[in-house]
């Protein structure tokens, strides 16, 4: 057959703070025949994730950098054009790490077939998908929330946020949202939560204190730098908090601590990390689950969906700057 | 009766920085008459902790601070001279907060007496005391060591800190203690730690590095600051931190947050606070059990002992200046 070409954007510098256009190459390349065990997916929808900073830093993490010259990392959803594996046949739906590129050639395992009648493509990518596994897992297993406490989560517009209010909301908590601008904010009410605060306009420390007079029981950190401070500052006793990320902090060349840690000690609370690929194995409980609740019309899932592979390097700069609004989707080609 | 003279500490100002001899006022009142369900004890040992910076704090915290004009607060020991609760009579040993002075009418119920054939009056402020409580309850519950795993403690040399690093041994771990000072080292070693380093004299990412090849599952911190942040960079997977106190912090007017703090994520490990007077109800199970190790040989109890009430404020200081050598106990009288 004749060879596919094949756009990619590959890793061409480790960016120190912003990430530039210039830290990637868009190279075309024919897309790798599959080998045995190995399908050729197109891609149509790419995720696009704070945690892809990191995978971009060359320093041991939960998973290894993505090296000089590779084709970056991204989590997609595709169709299935030819296939080595006899688990999978052309027209399949399948997600999986298919990278920044228009033709993945990856092993069937690494493959998962998603039922779009269940949901759209993109929510895969969203509530069905690692936002939503991140959400579900990290709420429920670490943050353990009871009914009736308060559960606060920053970058709470964000793909991972959204769905954690809605979850609370669903457990019987109180859901206290913290996100950038007041549309954002306007945006949580509508999902249900009981209140929002705008970081970009309003003193979180009062905003917190206003809308969580008992103090926080639970919060999902997504931000790090001074909103983790302003929620050490608010725990109630015995809260647990989430650190699921710290997107405020990707971008800097140190990290800023957070100097209210000692709340720890005072409210008798935990603060506890959590990786989303720890409960791989349970991802089909939580997204059966989820799909539940959408079903009910308890959850929504929202995505920002920006088109064309080109826009790449600054559509993922949206993420850094505040700028996504839900769960931040690049589309490649139609399914 | 005549009354009694009774030299007391009081609080006189709010330290910002270090503590100087002028945040307290010495003065000589005469000792109160008991009151019904009271106990006037007479004062012999005083136990001189990191917290009590804490307590001249004017912010909110595990326990109120100590107000301005009042006693300053400190654990200690003492022996009953009259007593209105019949739990008590004269010549009972007994332990509680008795506070910088040289006799304290108290109530009853905040007494706890001591047998003084099972251990020395100073033990009773050490291994038998709070600081033997915070050193069993925060490792054994907080930082859940399991036998082969690999145990740090900071501030080792002191009353916590020897002693979490002995039970450490005790449960099959192994025990790594960070302390300042060659002296210091070679007493942690003498006391069965697997290793020691110094932190005045090498350099403690490197000192993990080497003694803990396999990362740290259990980190006790007493210290903050470099010292928190150069473990966070060695933990094990699944690791857990207890957050016992921040002695490098205490004395400054704005704390240094771990700016390694993501190693949580990275390594799905936990920090928490703990203050032992939350297992108040599990005391007497946990003197029982180290009261028997120490029967066994396997947990030694190391005071540092300054005579004086009058050498009070200089003495706590030693606590700041890392002087002591063991548990700082005050003598204030012969028993």
Not at 146 to 151: E, H, K, L, S
Not at 230 to 238: I, K, V
Not at 272 to 281: E, I, K, P, S
Not at 282 to 297: K, N, V
Request: glycine content about 12%; hydrophobic content about 45%; charged content about 20%.
């Amino acid at each position: 057959m004749n060879a596919i070409a094949n756009r990619q954007f590959r890793l061409a510098a480790r960016p120190e703070g912003a990430i530039s256009a210039s830290d990637f190459t868009l190279a075309t390349e024919p897309a790798a025949e599959p080998g045995e065990g190995e399908v050729l997916v197109k891609v149509t929808y790419l995720s696009l994730d704070p945690a892809m900073r990191g995978w971009m830093r060359d320093a041991p993490s939960y998973i290894p950098p993505v090296e000089l010259g590779a084709v970056m990392r991204a989590g997609g959803v595709g169709v299935v054009v030819e296939s080595r594996d006899p688990k999978f046949a052309p027209g399949d739906r399948v997600t999986g790490a298919l990278n920044v590129q228009e033709y993945a050639t990856i092993k069937g395992k690494g493959l998962t077939k998603i039922d779009t009648r269940l949901a759209p493509e993109t929510v895969w990518l969203n509530v069905l998908g690692m936002p939503g596994m991140t959400a579900y897992f990290g709420l429920l297993e670490i943050g353990a929330p009871v009914a009736g406490q308060t559960v606060v989560v920053s970058g709470a517009a964000g793909a991972v946020g959204a769905t954690v209010g809605q979850i609370a909301k669903i457990k019987g908590c109180r859901a206290v949202g913290i996100a950038g601008g007041p549309q954002k904010c306007a945006y949580l009410l509508e999902l249900g939560f009981d209140a929002a605060i705008d970081y970009k306009n309003e003193n979180v420390h009062a905003g917190l204190k206003q809308h969580c007079p008992d103090g926080i029981d639970v919060y999902f950190d997504n931000v790090g730098g001074d909103i983790l401070d302003a929620a050490l500052a608010r725990l109630a006793m015995h809260a647990r908090i989430v650190i699921c990320g710290a997107i405020s902090q990707y971008n800097s060349t140190s990290v800023q601590g957070p100097k209210n840690y000692l709340s720890l000690l005072v409210k008798r609370a935990r603060m506890q990390g959590m990786v989303v690929f720890d409960y791989a194995d349970r991802y089909a409980t939580g997204a059966m689950e989820m799909a539940g609740w959408m079903a009910q019309g308890k959850l929504a899932s929202r995505e920002d969906v920006v088109e064309g592979l080109e826009t790449f390097p600054d559509t993922l700069n949206k993420l850094f700057r505040g700028e996504n609004f839900g769960k931040l989707v690049l589309k490649v080609a139609a399914g």
